[in-house]
């Protein structure tokens, strides 16, 4: 990447961190004030995800598969996998879920503001509708998966 696009990346697209998360374990925190409206989370690397179908990925590890399900944005049919792999860190991949969100997910890859968020405030995103269904938490150390209700 040349200079002045870093440069201008920095300046201009740098809100957040992967931190500490009052909500649950690890999220992502603003490291500055971000106004509403703000497209966040973008990279000046080709961060495009990759469409892959669901069923292409049948044969992979159950392990790897349990990892796509809690990281990756999916539907019935596919997923969309990081360009990068898994191996490599994307922020959104670390929004924890609340019902008053202050991010929406307006197109696979693409987030936005939905009100202005302060410095060291946890950006979150309603995970039942940016993928349009009930979101499936699994407790720890459960063996089965259940849908459950809650607002944060």
């Known amino acids: ?11 201009d697209e740098v809100y957040c961190r992967i ?4 909500i649950h374990g690890v ?8 106004p509403k409206g703000v497209r966040v989370l973008e990279s000046p690397l080709p961060t495009r995800d990759v469409r892959v179908p669901k069923s292409m990925l049948k044969g992979a590890p159950g392990a790897v598969r349990r990892l ?3 990281f990756c ?5 596919d997923y969309w996998l990081p360009r990068s792999g898994l191996n490599a860190v994307s922020l959104y991949q670390y929004l924890n879920h609340s019902k008053d969100a ?6 696979p890859g693409r987030y936005v503001t939905t009100r202005a968020i302060r410095t060291g405030e946890e950006l979150t995103l309603d995970y039942d509708r940016a993928f349009g269904e009930p979101h499936v938490f699994r407790a720890r150390g459960a063996r089965r998966r259940t849908v459950v209700k809650r607002g944060v």
């Not at 002045?4 to 990346?9: A, Q």
């Not at 944005?73 to 049919?77: F, G, K, L, S, V």
């Open 1 to 11: 990447m040349k200079r002045k696009k870093l440069l201008r990346h920095l300046h």
């Open 27 to 34: 999220g992502v925190l603003a490291i500055r004030n971000i």
């Open 68 to 70: 796509l399900d809690a």
């Open 19 to 22: 931190g500490i998360s009052p």
């Open 102 to 107: 202050n991010v929406a997910l307006v197109r």
């Open 73 to 77: 944005e999916r539907d019935d049919r």
